[in-house]
T-cell receptor
Framework: EAQVTQNPRYLITVTGKKLTVTCSQNMNHEYMSWYRQDPGLGLRQIYYSMNVEVTDKGDVPEGYKVSRKEKRNFPLILESPSPNQTSLYFC????????????????FGQGTRLTVV | KQEVTQIPAALSVPEGENLVLNCSFTDSAIYNLQWFRQDPGKGLTSLLLIQSSQREQTSGRLNASLDKSSGRSTLYIAASQPGDSATYLCAVPETSGSRLTFGEGTQLTVNP
């Protein structure tokens, strides 16, 4: 089954304690991306990756890091989480970037609910 | 910069009713438009992808249309059921192509 898998689904942590949210896709997609969803602000892109070892900032990259060492994995790293990073996080993947063609369908993970206290 | 608007923000209907959700976007130079469903606190499930060359796309009781020139898309849900209750989001590629731009969503409640 084609899917994007995020872990963990829920996480409560304390300010400053480094954490990693994993994302893995089994569709051999080149493009992967992280979004956060907040009430009243909608979905905003954090980082994206066009391919292995190619990453770039989205709209709200501050406080986050990513890496793309393998095609299937795209972890999101919060080196020193703060309460304003409390949010619902989504990983997405598609064959190519959203502007890469008319047949590019995006698939999303189930989300990670992060609370930073 | 692409902006996406969805109307209405919320909709409550009785079971069995046919309904239309609206999505408008400012930059008509899009490759496609995608409709998603999101259940509370859950992930986004892709419902339909309409390519720029298409005017309609159908999946079961769902039918999505796309009018690029006017910057509009509609999602038609036939014979609504309580299980259709969710938030429906439309998304289009940002002009730069690096990401999707989402609308705020329409929260649908179908009452038994």
């Amino acid at each position: 089954e084609a899917q994007v898998t995020q872990n963990p689904r829920y996480l409560i942590t304390v300010t400053g304690k480094k954490l990693t949210v994993t994302c893995s896709q089994n569709m051999n997609h080149e493009y992967m991306s992280w979004y956060r969803q907040d009430p009243g602000l909608g979905l905003r892109q954090i980082y994206y990756s066009m391919n292995v070892e190619v990453t770039d900032k989205g709209d709200v990259p501050e406080g986050y890091k990513v890496s793309r060492k393998e095609k299937r994995n795209f972890p999101l790293i919060l080196e020193s989480p703060s309460p304003n990073q409390t949010s619902l996080y989504f990983c997405a993947s598609s064959s190519f970037s959203p502007g890469g063609g008319s047949n590019t369908e995006a698939f999303f993970g189930q989300g990670t609910r992060l609370t930073v206290v | 910069k692409q902006e996406v608007t969805q109307i209405p923000a919320a909709l409550s209907v009785p079971e069995g009713e046919n309904l239309v959700l609206n999505c408008s976007f400012t930059d008509s130079a899009i490759y496609n438009l995608q409709w998603f469903r999101q259940d509370p606190g859950k992930g986004l499930t892709s419902l339909l992808l309409i390519q720029s060359s298409q005017r309609e796309q159908t999946s079961g009781r769902l039918n999505a249309s796309l009018d690029k020139s006017s910057g509009r898309s509609t999602l038609y849900i036939a014979a609504s059921q309580p299980g259709d209750s969710a938030t429906y989001l439309c998304a289009v590629p940002e002009t730069s192509g690096s990401r999707l731009t989402f609308g705020e969503g329409t929260q649908l409640t179908v009452n038994p």
